[in-house]
């Protein structure tokens, strides 16, 4: 068996593209030519001695053997960047305050808390989990360092756009086989108010003219779980972090609307972050888009109700 030596920075534009969808971007991000990316890519054919990627539609989707590829590729450069960062901030300490949506919380927090804290063990995390509106509060008045959540329209003077995630009717995992009468109002289960996704999920049927009710309200995302899977009612999420009792469901499907993309934003206190915060975000971007591309994969295998 030959011995291959994979080359980090062709790793790191083949999981760059994968993660911002598009080899192009990937091209701008990482301030290469398109025809480097290009060549880059066919070297990763070659070293693997198997075809990464297939054709579908007018686009490229991963072979299986790419799917595995990317996913040690992942761990190459996370191990990399770990590497290189223990060595040159060595003695970087400190205090952070992290705050994230809920809907990210198990997704995100550990595979964020654990990459720092390896690199990092003198540093403090405070982190917070919360909801959109409570979040960027809170950036703004300075008691959280950086956040990650849904942008609600808040103006907030450092915040940049990460991703645009579609939004999903969520409900129980046993598929529904009728849903409410035209005459009948559809049960809703959501959060209890002030909240973005219960104010676009109501918006949403006004406008389809659906009627509505609100069978269900909690101050917690473990409740909506638990009154979904009970069939309670629907609520609507992204992909992200949904548990096995509940699933998507298309739209048409009992006569749903479809559902808005959800712009997912980076908050932060200050225009220039101090080091400690900068390398956070950074490890907290990182996962995020790794999760989001798992959500997109996993959204393609979704056994939709029908």
């Not at 964020?112 to 809170?138: M, N, T, Y």
């Not at 749903?256 to 390398?279: C, G, I």
């Amino acid at each position: 068996m030959r011995r291959v030596t994979f080359d980090l920075d062709v790793l790191r534009t083949f999981v760059t593209g994968m993660e911002l969808g598009s080899f192009a971007k990937a091209a701008e991000r990482l301030g290469r030519s398109t025809s480097a990316v290009s060549a880059q890519l066919k070297k990763l054919e070659e070293q693997a001695d198997t075809p990464i990627f297939r054709k579908a539609g007018r686009g490229l989707a991963l072979t299986e053997a790419g799917e595995t590829m990317l996913g040690y590729a992942r761990r190459l450069i996370e191990l990399n960047d770990e590497a290189a960062s223990a060595i040159s901030d060595v003695e970087l300490e400190g205090w952070v305050r992290l705050g994230l949506q809920e809907d990210f919380g198990e997704a995100v927090l550990p595979e964020v808390l654990g990459r720092f804290a390896r690199a990092h063990p003198k540093v403090r995390i405070e982190a917070r989990i919360g909801r959109s509106h409570d979040l960027a509060e809170r950036v703004l008045s300075g008691n959280l360092d950086i956040a990650l959540a849904w942008h609600d329209g808040t103006a907030l003077p450092y915040s940049r756009h990460v991703a645009d995630v579609q939004s999903r009717w969520i409900g129980p995992a046993k598929p529904i086989e009728a849903g409410p009468r035209n005459s009948e109002p559809l049960p809703l289960v959501v959060f209890e108010a002030p909240c973005l996704l219960r104010t676009v999920a109501t918006e949403t049927l006004d406008r389809a003219g659906k009627a509505w009710r609100m069978a269900f309200s909690s101050p917690s995302l473990g409740g909506i779980w638990a009154a979904v899977a009970a069939g309670l009612g629907l609520t609507i999420r992204t992909d992200i972090g949904l548990p096995a009792n509940v699933r998507a469901i298309a739209p048409g499907v009992l006569g749903l609307p479809a559902l808005p993309m959800m712009a997912l934003h980076l908050h932060q206190k200050d225009a220039e972050l101090d080091p400690v915060a900068a390398r956070l975000a950074e490890i907290l971007l990182q996962a995020a888009l790794e999760t989001l591309q798992e959500g997109a994969r996993t959204k393609e295998r979704l056994r939709e109700v029908a």
